[in-house]
């Protein structure tokens, strides 16, 4: 579901309609559930972190500002604090391990010189992006960054979906004959 999708069910909640919730729920609350269980280690206290959090939405629907946040960030934001608060509530304890299982775990971490390069690409991926049109470089981080569909950025720009996928593959063929240089 879009943004204004979203943002029309949450004006819904807010007004106390619980159909409006139940789509609400169905339109989100695998993202939801995610976004706990990334938190929350045990799938149980993710599932109970979700409820908590679809309640208080429930309570504080009136409260989204579109002008702030989307509507899945805010969301999203009301999950993660609510899977904090139930860490914090269990205690470490609940949610530690013995050290004795560290010896096996292994570091997936990127070493030093593995960020330094991610970092040189990055600085070459921003200034190649610099190099492009603005529009097209507006369209590209807007797909890439928020995963806009085609559709949503040619709604967004009102401009017709052939051009906007015309923009994008020329934009992201100039990317590529820049980062190849």
Not at 32 to 49: P, Q
Not at 56 to 84: C, E, F, G, V
Request: hydrophobic fraction near 40%; charge should be neutral; aromatic fraction near 8%.
């Amino acid at each position: 579901m879009d943004r204004h999708g979203l943002e029309r069910l949450l004006a819904a909640v807010a007004r106390g309609d619980a159909q409006a919730f139940e789509r609400l729920y169905h339109a989100t609350s695998a993202k939801l559930f995610g976004v706990c269980l990334r938190l929350l280690s045990d799938r149980t206290d993710a599932e109970d972190a979700v409820q908590e959090a679809y309640a208080a939405i429930w309570r504080k629907a009136a409260q989204y500002d579109p002008t702030i946040a989307s509507p899945i960030s805010w969301l999203a934001m009301i999950a993660h604090n609510k899977s904090i608060d139930r860490l914090r509530r269990d205690g470490p304890a609940h949610n530690t391990l013995p050290i004795e299982f560290a010896f096996d775990v292994s570091d997936h971490a990127p070493t030093a010189p593995a960020l330094a390069e991610h970092a040189g690409e990055t600085r070459q991926l921003d200034r190649c992006l610099q190099q492009l049109e603005a529009r097209r470089r507006a369209l590209i981080r807007t797909a890439f960054y928020e995963g806009a569909t085609y559709e949503e950025l040619a709604r967004r720009t009102d401009t017709p979906i052939g051009t906007v996928k015309s923009w994008i593959r020329r934009g992201l063929m100039q990317l590529r004959t820049c980062l190849e240089s």
